[in-house]
């Protein structure tokens, strides 16, 4: 059985998700999918210029899945633009929110998405779990405001 895949973690959602080439016929006309994380990939590295880990860890992933992720999407849009295709960005795996949660029953500590609510420690299953960077980031503020 294949392992699930992580959701990659993205910092950009752009407005404009339609690119087409001028002059041809909308029959006449190939779209390539590109995928948000992929577009992220290439945000981080070509604009950012950031190195190679940097990225990965901002994406939450492998250094090895970042090469990938940016190498399809690299691909895809070489390809556009060789052939005069449209590009759509749309979908992929990803997710703009993940948190690093531990759980106060057992305190195994665990990645998620925090847009899920009501979610149980993997672990023993205690819904008694709290994302670190909220609780660390409470901390902070509260000894502030003292």
Known sequence: MARPIKP???????????????????????EM???????????????????????????????????????????????ALMNGNAIKIEGG??????????????GFEFEKKYENKNMLCPNCESNEIICIKKSNFCKKNCKKNI
């Open 8 to 30: 990659r973690r993205i910092e950009f959602v752009p407005k404009n998700t339609y690119f087409y080439p001028v002059g041809k016929r909308k029959c006449e006309i190939v």
């Open 33 to 79: 999918d590109l995928k948000l994380e992929e577009l992220e990939a290439m945000r981080l590295k070509d604009i950012e210029k950031l190195s190679q880990e940097d990225c990965a860890k901002r994406m939450n992933v492998s250094r090895q899945t970042f090469q990938n992720i940016i190498d399809k999407a690299r691909f895809k849009v070489a390809t």
């Open 93 to 106: 795996n990803y997710t703009l929110n993940i948190c690093k949660y531990v759980c106060n029953t057992c």
